[in-house]
């Protein structure tokens, strides 16, 4: 069995872009020295799994690589053009050896290409476009994976991937006469044999050893840190020193890109999108970029962004280039536009193609027509995808819809503030275990986001509500530690009655109640006038105040019942809370800013049935217990009392008013309707009509508030224990008929 050697390449890091290039380069040239060479991505540096010695695979760079023929006859700097320096391209042409051969051949078909040409400066617009049919159709095989690499020449012309600038021109500098220039730095044209610095500028390259006398030259976007210029050193500019290796090898590992860009244009998708790992700019997960930088184009502030992979398996280069050559991550059955579609249909995948990490990247423009490759954060790929739930903001387009919305020229600010807060947050919960935080965060924010568009009649216009979010949204959410969730998935979980529904998000917000649909739009479409959603006003305005909005929305919902003709009280929920919870509630306001924050998006989800029918430690208040019996539907208290089908508890007219009014008096008569009340049902209610029971310290207001909250089962049974059948009620069940009146 050969002996395999492994080389750690501590010049190959996945940042900055020339560093992740250039291992590919390594892999793709030395790939002719030893068919059986690998590599894999270990922790911050490229690793090589080699038949070949080190010494062998260096002295076959040195001595035996013959350089891919990159040129660009259509750029102006490129040697072609009267003005451009011509000295590279000439020594590599006029040279001998036969490592520059297929060089030779493909800067002479450049040169018949350009015969007859004016070369005073370099073509624009159609011409450019002819220049570039023909010279593809001349160059030699070895010389098309740059061409295909560097320019798609699509239906309607040719179109850049962001990797190679506009053609292979960066701004001002051209990497094909750079490259031929520092292939002189490294190959003596004239007997082909590596010069004098090329061995240290190897080792400096690859390997990351020490090696003076580095050369000043431009390395365009590919290292924003070795680009020169202001501030990128200690006086007042710089000037970028590299090895000649770099750059040889940077270029050479671009070409994995040839064949993809080819077979995904033929998609009909123009721009960035037509090349491998390639998507738009969106600001999502990336504090570097506002709000509003997300233009792409030369116009824009940007120019895409790449997502490198990396792989800790080792692969060979054709394995490598044949994902390359793929170059597709779809989000469901379409292909990713931007990077929140790509973490999110990375992550779904739970993997892709071997590769476990992406390295993101940013063309962001630095001056003029430059641009810088930033490197961005690096995305581990989940081995467990937890975050198809996401999916449901993409029902009937919604997310896509507002994202575009809220990019238009004329919309409100606020929209693109809350465009950029939910990208961030989509992008990190694509990439992390959902937790209670988390994504409670995205359901408050989601509320606020209703909330916007809701009161915005241009948003409405455009844009539908938020689409009903599954039952994964509330279990994610749940904290089971948190009385603040708790009591807000209780209110969220309000329902109506079998045909005729009455889901709090109809009251938080002006939708109807059946379909994701603007009650403006619901109402006024055929057939509305049989709706009797659409012949009340469900839509309850709120204040922000919790306290004040929950008496406004049970005010809204007992007078909708009447309305609507309800058969039993709009109060039951999927979900409710226990004593414990509901003393919290009714001590204090400090939890009611979480609540109400929250509440908004958990009336957006499906509430899941709550199976906890526990009563919770705290003893039932029997002051609160009299007007919370009322507030419990029939249906409850026929099974709970072992009632008939007639038994009705009815809630008196005036008593929410009186315990909102937080007036003492009001307060004590609302008590005592509430006591007629349960007596003249048939129950036995403690105390009497002219005592009783008192609120003993709660506030009325907040009780009134409180009346709102569904109970669980096991509380509910708790307060009819304490307020109806405890043996100290035995003395009111003699109480005279006449004080039930």
């Given at each position: 069995?050969?002996?395999?050697?492994?080389?750690?390449?501590?010049?190959?890091?996945?940042?900055?872009?020339?560093?992740?290039?250039?291992?590919?380069?390594?892999?793709?040239?030395?790939?002719?020295?030893?068919?059986?060479?690998?590599?894999?991505?270990?922790?911050?540096?490229?690793?090589?799994?080699?038949?070949?010695?080190?010494?062998?695979?260096?002295?076959?760079?040195?001595?035996?690589?013959?350089?891919?023929?990159?040129?660009?006859?259509?750029?102006?700097?490129?040697?072609?053009?009267?003005?451009?320096?011509?000295?590279?391209?000439?020594?590599?042409?006029?040279?001998?050896?036969?490592?520059?051969?297929?060089?030779?051949?493909?800067?002479?078909?450049?040169?018949?290409?350009?015969?007859?040409?004016?070369?005073?400066?370099?073509?624009?617009?159609?011409?450019?476009?002819?220049?570039?049919?023909?010279?593809?159709?001349?160059?030699?095989?070895?010389?098309?994976?740059?061409?295909?690499?560097?320019?798609?020449?699509?239906?309607?012309?040719?179109?850049?991937?962001?990797?190679?600038?506009?053609?292979?021109?960066?701004?001002?500098?051209?990497?094909?006469?750079?490259?031929?220039?520092?292939?002189?730095?490294?190959?003596?044209?004239?007997?082909?044999?590596?010069?004098?610095?090329?061995?240290?500028?190897?080792?400096?390259?690859?390997?990351?050893?020490?090696?003076?006398?580095?050369?000043?030259?431009?390395?365009?976007?590919?290292?924003?840190?070795?680009?020169?210029?202001?501030?990128?050193?200690?006086?007042y500019t710089s000037e970028g020193r590299i090895s000649p290796w770099d750059f040889i090898l940077m270029l050479e590992g671009a070409l994995a890109f040839a064949a993809a860009a080819v077979r995904r244009g033929d998609q009909g998708r123009g721009g960035v999108l037509s090349f491998p790992f390639t998507v738009r700019t969106t600001a999502a997960g990336n504090g570097a970029i506002g709000h509003t930088d997300w233009k792409d184009g030369k116009d824009g502030m940007t120019r895409g962004e790449l997502w490198m992979p990396l792989w800790s398996h080792y692969a060979s280069y054709n394995e490598?280039?044949?994902?390359?050559?793929?170059?597709?991550?779809?989000?469901?059955?379409?292909?990713?536009?931007?990077?929140?579609?790509?973490?999110?249909?990375?992550?779904?995948?739970?993997?892709?193609?071997?590769?476990?990490?992406?390295?993101?990247?940013?063309?962001?423009?630095?001056?003029?027509?430059?641009?810088?490759?930033?490197?961005?954060?690096?995305?581990?790929?989940?081995?467990?995808?937890?975050?198809?739930?996401?999916?449901?903001?993409?029902?009937?387009?919604?997310?896509?819809?507002?994202?575009?919305?809220?990019?238009?020229?004329?919309?409100?600010?606020?929209?693109?503030?809350?465009?950029?807060?939910?990208?961030?947050?989509?992008?990190?919960?694509?990439?992390?275990?959902?937790?209670?935080?988390?994504?409670?965060?995205?359901?408050?924010?989601?509320?606020?986001?209703?909330?916007?568009?809701?009161?915005?009649?241009?948003?409405?216009?455009?844009?539908?509500?938020?689409?009903?979010?599954?039952?994964?949204?509330?279990?994610?959410?749940?904290?089971?530690?948190?009385?603040?969730?708790?009591?807000?998935?209780?209110?969220?979980?309000?329902?109506?009655?079998?045909?005729?529904?009455?889901?709090?998000?109809?009251?938080?917000?002006?939708?109807?109640?059946?379909?994701?649909?603007?009650?403006?739009?619901?109402?006024?479409?055929?057939?509305?006038?049989?709706?009797?959603?659409?012949?009340?006003?469900?839509?309850?305005?709120?204040?922000?105040?919790?306290?004040?909005?929950?008496?406004?929305?049970?005010?809204?919902?007992?007078?909708?019942?009447?309305?609507?003709?309800?058969?039993?009280?709009?109060?039951?929920?999927?979900?409710?809370?226990?004593?414990?919870?509901?003393?919290?509630?009714?001590?204090?306001?400090?939890?009611?800013?979480?609540?109400?924050?929250?509440?908004?998006?958990?009336?957006?989800?499906?509430?899941?049935?709550?199976?906890?029918?526990?009563?919770?430690?705290?003893?039932?208040?029997?002051?609160?217990?009299?007007?919370?019996?009322?507030?419990?539907?029939?249906?409850?208290?026929?099974?709970?009392?072992?009632?008939?089908?007639?038994?009705?508890?009815?809630?008196?007219?005036?008593?929410?008013?009186?315990?909102?009014?937080?007036?003492?008096?009001?307060?004590?008569?609302?008590?005592?309707?509430?006591?007629?009340?349960?007596?003249?049902?048939?129950?036995?209610?403690?105390?009497?009509?002219?005592?009783?029971?008192?609120?003993?310290?709660?506030?009325?207001?907040?009780?009134?508030?409180?009346?709102?909250?569904?109970?669980?089962?096991?509380?509910?049974?708790?307060?009819?224990?304490?307020?109806?059948?405890?043996?100290?009620?035995?003395?009111?069940?003699?109480?005279?008929?006449?004080?039930?009146?």
């Amino acid at each position: 069995m050969t002996e395999r050697h492994t080389h750690v390449l501590r010049g190959c890091t996945p940042s900055p872009l020339a560093s992740y290039l250039k291992g590919l380069g390594l892999l793709r040239v030395l790939t002719a020295c030893d068919p059986s060479l690998k590599a894999a991505w270990i922790g911050e540096h490229l690793q090589l799994d080699s038949a070949e010695s080190a010494a062998t695979l260096r002295a076959y760079l040195l001595d035996h690589y013959m350089p891919t023929p990159i040129l660009a006859p259509w750029n102006g700097g490129s040697g072609f053009f009267e003005k451009d320096n011509k000295t590279a391209p000439q020594a590599i042409l006029t040279s001998e050896t036969p490592r520059f051969a297929a060089y030779r051949e493909s800067l002479g078909v450049a040169e018949q290409s350009l015969r007859g040409m004016d070369r005073s400066a370099s073509p624009k617009d159609q011409a450019k476009t002819q220049l570039l049919t023909r010279v593809r159709g001349l160059l030699p095989d070895v010389a098309l994976d740059w061409f295909d690499a560097a320019i798609l020449l699509a239906g309607d012309g040719a179109k850049f991937p962001p990797l190679l600038g506009t053609g292979g021109i960066d701004g001002r500098l051209d990497f094909t006469n750079n490259f031929m220039q520092r292939l002189l730095d490294l190959i003596d044209p004239s007997t082909g044999h590596a010069t004098k610095k090329s061995s240290a500028w190897l080792d400096l390259a690859i390997f990351g050893c020490p090696a003076p006398g580095q050369d000043k030259f431009k390395i365009g976007q590919f290292s924003p840190s070795q680009v020169g210029g202001p501030n990128s050193s200690t006086g007042y500019t710089s000037e970028g020193r590299i090895s000649p290796w770099d750059f040889i090898l940077m270029l050479e590992g671009a070409l994995a890109f040839a064949a993809a860009a080819v077979r995904r244009g033929d998609q009909g998708r123009g721009g960035v999108l037509s090349f491998p790992f390639t998507v738009r700019t969106t600001a999502a997960g990336n504090g570097a970029i506002g709000h509003t930088d997300w233009k792409d184009g030369k116009d824009g502030m940007t120019r895409g962004e790449l997502w490198m992979p990396l792989w800790s398996h080792y692969a060979s280069y054709n394995e490598i280039r044949s994902v390359f050559s793929e170059g597709r991550v779809a989000l469901g059955t379409r292909p990713t536009r931007d990077a929140l579609d790509f973490i999110r249909a990375i992550h779904r995948l739970g993997g892709y193609r071997g590769i476990d990490r992406f390295q993101r990247y940013n063309f962001l423009r630095r001056n003029g027509k430059a641009f810088l490759a930033t490197p961005l954060e690096r995305v581990q790929i989940s081995t467990n995808p937890q975050s198809a739930w996401l999916d449901d903001l993409d029902q009937d387009g919604w997310l896509d819809s507002f994202r575009q919305f809220s990019r238009g020229a004329n919309t409100a600010r606020r929209f693109a503030v809350l465009r950029k807060q939910l990208e961030d947050a989509l992008f990190e919960l694509a990439g992390n275990d959902p937790t209670p935080a988390r994504v409670q965060a995205l359901l408050v924010l989601l509320g606020e986001i209703q909330f916007a568009i809701a009161h915005s009649a241009k948003a409405r216009e455009v844009l539908r509500p938020i689409p009903r979010l599954s039952e994964a949204w509330v279990l994610h959410a749940d904290d089971p530690d948190s009385p603040t969730f708790r009591i807000a998935r209780a209110l969220a979980g309000l329902r109506g009655e079998d045909g005729k529904p009455l889901p709090l998000r109809a009251q938080l917000f002006p939708v109807h109640p059946r379909i994701n649909a603007w009650t403006e739009t619901a109402c006024t479409s055929k057939g509305a006038h049989n709706d009797l959603s659409c012949r009340v006003r469900l839509h309850t305005p709120t204040s922000g105040d919790l306290e004040n909005d929950l008496i406004a929305l049970l005010n809204r919902r007992l007078w909708l019942a009447e309305r609507l003709a309800f058969k039993d009280k709009p109060l039951q929920s999927a979900a409710g809370i226990d004593l414990d919870d509901l003393d919290l509630f009714l001590r204090g306001r400090d939890i009611d800013r979480d609540i109400a924050a929250l509440l908004p998006g958990l009336a957006l989800c499906h509430i899941p049935f709550a199976p906890d029918r526990t009563a919770g430690k705290h003893r039932a208040a029997i002051g609160f217990a009299l007007p919370a019996l009322l507030m419990v539907s029939d249906a409850t208290l026929r099974r709970r009392l072992d009632a008939g089908d007639e038994f009705h508890l009815p809630i008196p007219s005036g008593l929410i008013a009186r315990l909102a009014s937080n007036n003492p008096a009001q307060a004590r008569r609302a008590m005592e309707s509430a006591w007629r009340r349960l007596r003249a049902s048939g129950l036995n209610p403690i105390g009497s009509a002219r005592h009783p029971p008192e609120l003993l310290g709660l506030s009325p207001r907040r009780v009134a508030a409180a009346l709102l909250i569904p109970l669980t089962y096991g509380a509910t049974s708790a307060l009819l224990r304490a307020a109806i059948f405890p043996e100290a009620s035995a003395a009111a069940s003699h109480e005279p008929a006449q004080d039930d009146a």
